[in-house]
T-cell receptor, first 115, second 112 residues
Framework: DGGITQSPKYLFRKEGQNVTLSCEQNLNHDAMYWYRQDPGQGLRLIYYSQIVNDFQKGDIAEGYSVSREKKESFPLTVTSAQKNPTAFYLC??????????????FGPGTRLTVL | RKEVEQDPGPFNVPEGATVAFNCTYSNSASQSFFWYRQDCRKEPKLLMSVYSSGNEDGRFTAQLNRASQYISLLIRDSKLSDSATYLCVVCMNSGGYQKVTFGIGTKLQVIP
């Protein structure tokens, strides 16, 4: 079955630690995205990648880093520089295109809590 | 003004009722529109695309009004299982990349 997987589902970390969230897709999608969702707020874009070895900052990239070494994988690192990292993190993918007509498919999310 | 605006609700409706949500968007260059459904503590899932001529999928009807820059979602004969948050999504081409903007979502609670 094609889809997007994220791991782990729940993650706890201490302040000052970096942590990497995994996102893998087997949909053969070129474009991948990372969002965070906070209670009472919509999804906010952290980073996106349209193709392997290329990625761009979204609206709230500070304190985060990504890599895109393989088409299937787009890991997100939450660094200690992120001031308020506790949130629900969602990874998504879509076909690449500029027509604006490609819907995004989401992974199940990782719920990160900083203790 | 927010790029995509939705009434967060909650909308509390009895089973069998008809309920409608609206969503307004600010950029007239927006190209495509979607409704997603998000259950509590889960990921958003595509409910339906919204086409210019309007489209229907079972009990769900989506409409687009480009002149007034809003889209709507109508749910007929509400079921308990329709209880969820409904996200309005607006997409457009921006500098060679597909810019996707999510609304805050409208929460629906269907009551027995």
């Amino acid at each position: 079955d094609g889809g997007i997987t994220q791991s782990p589902k729940y993650l706890f970390r201490k302040e000052g630690q970096n942590v990497t969230l995994s996102c893998e897709q087997n949909l053969n999608h070129d474009a991948m995205y990372w969002y965070r969702q906070d209670p009472g707020q919509g999804l906010r874009l952290i980073y996106y990648s349209q193709i392997v070895n290329d990625f761009q900052k979204g609206d709230i990239a500070e304190g985060y880093s990504v890599s895109r070494e393989k088409k299937e994988s787009f890991p997100l690192t939450v660094t200690s520089a992120q001031k308020n990292p506790t949130a629900f993190y969602l990874c998504a993918s879509s076909m690449r295109g500029t027509s604006g007509r490609h819907e995004q498919f989401f992974g199940p999310g990782t719920r990160l809590t900083v203790l | 003004r927010k790029e995509v605006e939705q009434d967060p609700g909650p909308f509390n409706v009895p089973e069998g009722a008809t309920v409608a949500f609206n969503c307004t968007y600010s950029n007239s260059a927006s190209q495509s529109f979607f409704w997603y459904r998000q259950d509590c503590r889960k990921e958003p899932k595509l409910l339906m695309s919204v086409y210019s001529s309007g489209n229907e999928d079972g009990r769900f009807t989506a409409q687009l009004n480009r002149a007034s820059q809003y889209i709507s979602l109508l749910i007929r004969d509400s079921k308990l299982s329709d209880s969820a948050t409904y996200l309005c999504v607006v997409c457009m081409n921006s500098g060679g990349y597909q810019k996707v903007t999510f609304g805050i979502g409208t929460k629906l609670q269907v009551i027995p």
